[in-house]
């Protein structure tokens, strides 16, 4: 037997039949899906939970409902604001400390930073006016 023709006959043997070929098909598409969704970098969600739900305070002349990064004024009670609006946008959270953007009362947007608190409230600041919020 010629060494072309051993050859042959051992590429043969290791043919793919039938659900074999697909089986490896899958798995390779796996390998790859598993390898590239690695290298593609993607914000850290937020932990679910920690500061969802609706919070309330006199000072900021709305209840504030967040759900995940996002906070909707919730019982406006104050001019320009009405339910339903976004008024907070979680930009970074680091355990029970977060920084925000949210709309007050004056009109405008400002970054606020907060801590849940051990009583459960949520202190907030914008650096120059603080308040407390309660979970509802």
Known sequence: MTGRGRKDRIFHS???????????????CLIVVSVTSGCVPSPAPPVP????????SAQ??????????LGTAVRA????VQDGDPVFRMISMEGMRFAARQWLTD???HTVSGELRQDGKLSCTDGRTSWVLERR
């Open 77 to 80: 009670r104050a001019a320009g």
């Open 60 to 69: 900021i002349g709305y209840d504030l409902h967040v759900m995940g990064p």
């Open 14 to 28: 290791r043919r793919l039949h039938g659900g074999d070929e697909l089986r490896l098909f899958a798995t390779l």
């Open 107 to 109: 009109g405008a947007w």
């Open 49 to 56: 939970g920690t500061f969802d739900g609706t919070w309330t």
